[in-house]
């Protein structure tokens, strides 16, 4: 069955500019959390939707947000980018709640800002 | 705050040993994944432990999660050249109804012949 699917792979923007990533789901998965991963923070949980409700947020700026769509497809965008936005952000889908299946993450959409 | 540790951070070591990987976390926690990441790549789900006491095995890879003492190890049993990677544990807590994962830093694992 298809995975989670992340797009753009890869992204260069300038600084001030926004910008928005996109995540499908795995079919079934009513989940999506997106997480940032940068050498020296780490992976940080960012937000997770389910049914088009933002149900829980990490500790980030409000220019970080996103919504999930009926088809549980995702999006997150972050405007007025700064240099230290330049990340690896990774979605990951679960069936949604207490599930044993755990989170199955995409690839990654690679943000450098110039 | 919840705080997820790995311990140690950088491992090197040879082809055919054992070694293993620890996994502390500050606070009660509902479950606790490991994710194994190949450079430039994404994150790969290797376990999902559930309860205190459970221990799963994968080729030469196993995980145990001991809840009581907020602690779940990844021993590496006579590894091999392709199971060098970074591991990353990650710690579960429902806050609000809403799940999601506090990782560790990572452990980068450098196995040589």
């Known amino acids: ?114 | 705050e919840l705080k997820v540790e790995q311990n140690p951070l950088f491992l090197s070591m040879q082809e055919g040993k054992n070694y293993t990987i620890y996994c502390n976390y500050s606070t009660t926690s509902d479950r606790l994944y490991w994710y194994r990441q190949d450079p430039g790549k994404s994150l790969e789900s290797l376990f999902v432990l559930l309860s205190n006491g459970a221990v799963k095995q994968e080729g030469r890879l196993m995980a145990s999660l001991d809840t009581k003492a907020r602690l779940s190890t990844l021993h590496i049993t006579a590894a091999v050249h392709d199971l060098s990677a970074t591991y990353f544990c990650a710690v579960e807590v429902t806050r609000g109804g809403a799940d999601g994962l506090t990782f560790g830093k990572g452990t980068h694992l450098i196995i040589q012949p």
């Not at chain 1, 829980?56 to 997150?76: D, L, V």
Request: aromatic letters at 12%; glycine letters at 12%; charged letters at 15%.
């Open chain 1, 1 to 114: 069955k298809a995975g989670v699917t992340q797009t753009p792979r890869y992204l260069i923007k300038t600084r001030g500019q926004q910008v928005t990533l996109s995540c499908s789901p795995i079919s079934g998965h009513r989940s999506v959390s997106w997480y940032q991963q940068t050498p020296g923070q780490g992976l940080q949980f960012l937000f997770e939707y389910f049914s088009e409700t933002q149900r829980n947020k990490g500790n980030f700026p409000g220019r970080f947000s996103g919504r999930q769509f009926s088809n549980s497809r995702s999006e997150m965008n972050v405007s007025t980018l700064e240099l230290g936005d330049s990340a690896l952000y990774l979605c990951a889908s679960s069936r949604a709640g207490r599930n044993d299946g755990g989170y199955t993450f995409g690839s990654g959409t690679r943000l450098t800002v110039v």
